[in-house]
């Protein structure tokens, strides 16, 4: 019994060799209408034959590209003339992306020993994060304090976005605020006023941003201004008033006297 295990070892170190050659599956990530490159890093012990990438999504798989010594086989119409093969099929690049295209590839590596390896890669698609826009609502506008809600949104059904908030002073660089909403809300002095905020949404593959100025709509009102203007407009009218009615008394008795000349 113990002469066989040897043997026994020597077949399980082999299994053990070739499960580890395998690559795990990679994560990429890419953008609708860009391209992407799948490339096999893993250390080949002898020359390859031939090299057959595999298209798996909703339980079903396709043939994609078949890459021999002297030749190139296309086999997924998905795929057609949006697929490119370098260095004899260890890479291949995917270009003009569609969301159709997320899912499984794998690459098998058959070796001129008939040995096989594998390396898969796991592809998500994203949408461009659309132009984002910057909602706000005064809450609290006084000599002492600005008090305002921003809400930041961008045109899309979808919601995987993540948001990220920055403020900046004049002639200094961008702060990050404390808040992974599209939504927050700012308390500011009068001193603070010359603020630019910006809001940054971003997904894994793609990011946009807007920036608003917080001194336009922070503004103090000027009531004792406004005040002042509208007494100024009652003096004049009372003024014209008072004029009038004197210049038509002084018609009346000028008129009487010559009446009773």
């Known amino acids: ?74 086999y997924s119409n998905q795929f057609k003339n949006r697929l490119r093969t370098l260095s004899h099929g260890r890479t291949i690049i995917l270009k003009d992306l569609t969301l159709r295209d997320a899912g499984k590839y794998c690459a098998e590596i058959i070796l001129i020993s008939k040995q096989i390896r594998r390396s898969a890669f796991i592809l998500t698609v994203y949408e461009p994060v659309p132009s984002p826009t910057i909602w706000s609502k005064l809450n609290k506008n006084t000599r002492e304090q600005c008090n305002f809600t921003l809400h930041c949104s961008v045109p899309s059904v979808t919601s995987d976005f993540f948001y990220t908030w920055k403020n900046s002073r004049r002639n200094s660089e961008y702060q990050r605020i404390d808040n992974n909403g599209s939504t927050i809300e700012i308390s500011l002095l009068p001193d603070h006023l010359d603020m630019e905020i910006m809001c940054i949404v ?51 008795f000028i008129c009487l006297a010559h009446c009773y000349r």
Not at 17 to 37: F, H, K
């Open 1 to 74: 019994m113990l002469h066989r295990a040897p043997g026994l070892l020597s077949v399980m170190a082999a299994v053990l060799l070739l499960a580890s050659a395998d690559q795990m599956p990679v994560q990429v990530i890419g953008l609708v209408n860009r391209s992407v490159e799948l490339s096999i890093q893993l250390h080949l012990p002898l020359p390859v034959e031939e090299i057959v990438w595999k298209f798996t999504t909703d339980s079903r798989t396709v043939k994609v590209v078949e890459v021999g010594n002297m030749s190139i086989s296309m």
């Open 202 to 252: 971003q997904n894994p593959a793609d990011q946009k941003n807007v920036s608003v100025q917080l001194e336009p709509f922070c503004a103090v009102p000027n009531n004792a201004g406004t005040n002042r203007t509208h007494g100024r407009g009652c003096y004049l009218s009372l003024r014209s008033s008072l004029t009038g009615a004197f210049l038509s008394i002084s018609l009346f």
